[in-house]
């Protein structure tokens, strides 16, 4: 499975045969990429695509000197089981417990869900 990860302003995607996408939504502000929104088709899920658009993400911010500031729940997850990625993060996130990152990871996800039955 050839993936091809492309880039449009601060938007990473991949685009699928059937025209849908997976993206990763991204805002740079003053040293900083945030990881805002991973969005994956529903059919796609369970398959690795939002990791590869994270590490894209990481080692464009990485190579660009910016440090990384996970927003959406997936970036957390990302960072709470990958250790070693860790070392890109804002400063603030780098010396977070494991019980920390669950409680970080909890939170986002629940903050997800209030916005989604907002706009339901």
Do not use: Q
């Not at 091809?4 to 995607?13: C, F, L, Q, S, T």
């Not at 000197?65 to 603030?92: H, Q, T």
Request: aromatic content about 10%.
């Amino acid at each position: 499975m050839e993936l091809e990860v492309k880039k449009a302003g601060g938007v990473y995607y991949i685009k699928f045969e059937d025209g849908s996408k997976a993206y990763l939504a991204t805002e740079v502000e003053g040293g900083v990429m945030k990881l805002v929104e991973t969005y994956v088709p529903e059919s796609r899920r369970g398959h690795g695509y939002a990791r590869v658009l994270v590490e894209r993400a990481i080692e464009d911010a990485a190579r660009s000197g910016l440090k990384v500031l996970p927003i959406c729940s997936y970036a957390v997850w990302y960072f709470m089981k990958n250790r070693d990625r860790r070392g890109v993060l804002v400063d603030e996130l780098k010396s977070l417990s494991d019980d920390d990152w669950a409680r970080l990871y909890e939170a986002r996800r629940a903050a997800e869900a209030a916005k989604r039955s907002g706009e339901a």
